[in-house]
């Protein structure tokens, strides 16, 4: 008898392993409302408009020097496209964003075989999820910016890194600058 309630201490003990093991946090998806608003107002959930390219373990050498991990969506830097960076707290397009973005427009029409990935960064203040949502407002706003200049929505998708991917590792509003930006990557 003890031998069987042995076998069925561990057969359950193992079980309950097994699952805590194959359930793994799922990472929240999130969407915006379209336009160009303040910067905050809350998001809804749903699936964002992201491929799946780059390899997790690839690693890349960061504007500031520091590696930083290649994850799922990341693509390759494409010469030519500019950054463009954000005010605080913000998704709407500065006049010299504008200005960028008209010349990466410009750049995209002559060469309209590149499928670009627009990311949406920011600095390291606020929740992950705060933050999620918001690169995903800067990175819609920058698609949807692109697309009033004639670049069709099938050469663009978005991705929101939230804070994960900062330029600047440091605190501080010179830091907290250079991370609230939208990046353009080539997607394969």
């Known amino acids: 008898m003890k031998k069987r309630n042995a076998c069925k201490l561990f057969l359950v003990m193992s079980l309950s392993v097994l699952l805590c093991v194959a359930c793994a946090k799922k990472p929240a998806t999130t969407s915006m409302e379209e336009g160009y608003?303040?910067?905050t107002e809350a998001a809804g959930t749903s699936e964002l408009d992201t491929p799946a390219y780059g390899a997790i373990g690839e690693s890349s050498v960061g504007e500031e020097g520091a590696a930083t991990e290649k994850i799922p969506g990341?693509?390759?830097?494409?010469?030519?496209?500019e950054r463009i960076h954000f005010e605080f707290?913000?998704?709407?397009l500065t006049a010299e964003a504008r200005e960028i973005l008209a010349?990466?427009?410009?750049?995209?029409?002559?060469?309209n075989t590149i499928r670009v990935i627009i990311e949406g960064h920011c600095d390291e203040r606020g929740s992950d999820e705060y933050n999620l949502a918001l690169g995903e407002r800067r990175a819609r706003a920058v698609k949807d910016y692109m697309g009033s200049l004639g670049i069709p929505a099938s050469q663009m998708s978005i991705i929101s890194y939230g804070e994960e991917i900062p330029l600047d590792p440091q605190s501080g509003e010179e830091a907290w600058a250079k991370n609230r930006r939208a990046d353009f990557k080539q997607a394969n």
Do not use: E, K, V
């Open 37 to 39: 608003g303040s910067g």
């Open 103 to 111: 010349r990466n427009a410009q750049f995209l029409q002559i060469h």
């Open 74 to 81: 990341m693509g390759d830097d494409i010469r030519g496209l």
């Open 89 to 92: 707290d913000q998704y709407t």
